[in-house]
């Protein structure tokens, strides 16, 4: 519970907010990419609109039948966006021509396989009945288009398409209907895609007609984003081309007013025709799709780092209470033995005594000139970081190291085996120096008497490996990794009376990991082994 406590207010939020921040300029990104979309999208509705109005005025239709053929033909949907646009068509004298319509529908009479009647339900639907219709739509697609195909006697089913019987008011002119029923009818059921009792129809003579196809389009329907709030968007939207064109008469040459995800503007055409869109899209959706796994992943990624920064963290600040915990013990024998000895000077203790307790003293002292001298290297050698470079013959080096031990060696009857290659490097003397001199030192130390010290060098592709072998005791397994870390006794048998400050390999550790190698002990059958490797 304290470590839970301790990342959800140190690392977690750090790494939240930068995470935060990062998915807020991925977010931006996205948005103007977006934005880039759908302008070129806009552009493109633009441009068949235009290419519709120039199609139908210069087409064979009635003048009473163009507008609404026009209507028809706009597209009012920008699906993989979550957005519309609608268009508009005003003569130069302010009247209106064509708009978008909201739901459009077209349907060919029997035999005729040409979509020519238009049913304009947008004067009879109520805002409520269009999301239903579209929601009906976007539940089942294969209702958008309906089609009654002639079937081979015997090959009829129940899903079969008939007709479509549509109720409403006719105007025969210009082939529109305004429906207040559309019932689809198949051979084993009939659906009602549209019954309205709208005030529309008060008073109005109702006329039945029957289709062999409709095309049923809503420009609710989109990729994301529910009808119902395709709906505000076209309403807030047709307010703001409303607004557009209500001064239509002061308005200049060219006008347009835009916002962040939406737009309107007008311009007069080569005939003097004025047209005008708007558009608008909801980018949250798409943004939302398109980040989403992005997202998820650096999130993860960032609890994840936060974790293991904390768990870094925690090891770190228990190594450094090791450290000085270890230090401190390290201290303690010696002061303890000190103080021992100097009180009993002080005493007046017998002559004959005295030269013994002085040589303590001296001896306690140079132990604990040691230690502080082998923390403070430890100490620089973590500061000193990457080694520096230069040219360094380790096999001269390693016989520069060795040579000063002949002594101590023949003081312990050991006998030492040199098996080294010529080997040269690029790396910092005085570094490589002493921690080849700790690992002779510590080879030194912990064999038996009588026994063998094997030093060999030898290169290895890009890789020089130096070993260092003593056929003293093994070392537990489960102590050969901790044997680098400052302190760290793997057994009593190598304790602090056999003379080292527990540093050295430590050091030789940092010394081998600045110069970008490794290191490690392995058991022999008989003795230990401590190998470094360097890149040459």
């Known amino acids: 519970m304290k470590r839970l406590k301790r990342i959800f207010t140190g690392t977690l939020p750090l790494f939240l907010l930068l995470w935060a921040g990062m998915m807020g300029i991925l977010w931006g990104l996205s948005g103007q990419k977006l934005k880039g979309e759908v302008q070129l999208a806009v552009q493109s509705a633009c ?99 309906f089609q009654a195909l002639p079937r081979e006697p015997g090959m009829e089913s129940e899903t079969d398409a008939l007709w479509c019987d549509v109720v409403g008011v006719v105007d025969e002119e210009r082939q529109i209907v305004y429906p207040k029923t559309i019932t689809y009818v198949y051979r084993g059921k009939e659906v009602t895609m549209v019954d309205t009792d709208s005030s529309f129809f008060e008073g109005k003579e109702l006329t039945t007609m029957r289709f062999e196809a409709v095309d049923l389009f809503s420009a609710l329907m989109v990729r994301s984003a529910s009808p119902r709030e395709m709906l505000d968007q076209w309403q807030k939207l047709e307010k703001q081309v409303d607004l557009l064109f209500a001064g239509i008469d002061t308005l200049p040459d060219t006008f347009s007013s835009a916002s962040v995800s939406s737009n309107t503007s007008c311009y007069p055409l080569s005939d003097g025709i004025l047209f005008g869109y708007g558009f608008s899209y909801i980018p949250t959706h798409r943004i939302i ?18 974790l293991f920064t904390d768990h870094r963290q925690r090891r770190a600040i228990q190594r450094e209470r090791d450290f000085a915990r270890a230090a401190a013990h390290e201290l303690k024998t010696p002061l303890a033995v000190l103080r021992a000895h100097a009180e009993a000077l002080r005493e007046d203790i017998a002559p004959e005594k005295r030269d013994q307790y002085l040589d303590v ?39 520069e190291v060795l040579a000063p031990l002949a002594l101590p060696l023949e003081q312990k009857n050991l006998q030492l085996q040199l098996e080294l290659e010529e080997v040269s490097l690029s790396g910092d003397r005085a570094r490589l120096e002493e921690a080849v001199e700790n690992l002779a030192s510590n080879a030194l130390r912990h064999a038996d008497s009588g026994g063998t010290v094997q030093v060999s060098l030898e290169k290895l592709g890009h890789r020089a490996r130096l070993t260092v072998y003593n056929d003293g005791p093994n070392i537990p397994s489960e102590d050969l990794s901790r044997l680098w870390e400052p302190f760290y006794r793997a057994d009593p048998s190598r304790s602090r009376d056999s003379g080292g400050t527990g540093l050295g390999l430590a050091i030789v550790w940092k010394t081998v990991e600045a110069h970008g190698g490794r290191c490690w002990a392995e058991n022999r059958p008989v003795g230990v082994a401590f190998v470094l490797e360097l890149p040459i």
């Open 47 to 145: 441009q068949n609109a235009e290419s519709y109005y120039q199609s139908v005025w210069s087409g064979e239709a009635t003048d009473a039948r163009k507008p609404a053929i026009l209507a028809s033909w706009l597209g009012n949907q920008l699906y993989d966006y979550d957005g519309i646009v609608q268009f508009r068509f005003y003569t130069a004298d302010g009247q209106e021509l064509a708009r978008s319509q909201l739901t459009n529908s077209r349907a060919s009479l029997p035999g005729t396989s040409t979509l020519d009647w238009y049913l304009w339900l947008d004067a009879v639907l109520s805002p409520e009945e269009q999301v239903e219709l579209a929601e009906k739509l976007r539940e089942e697609p294969s209702l958008r288009i």
């Open 289 to 306: 799709e398109e980040l989403w796994p992005t997202a998820l992943f650096t999130l993860l990624a960032a609890i994840a780092m936060a």
């Open 361 to 399: 003293v001296l001896s306690e002292s140079d132990r604990m000139s040691a230690l502080v001298g082998s923390l403070l290297e430890l100490s620089r050698a973590e500061v000193k970081g990457a080694a520096k470079k230069e040219p360094v013959d380790l096999a001269a080096l390693v016989r």
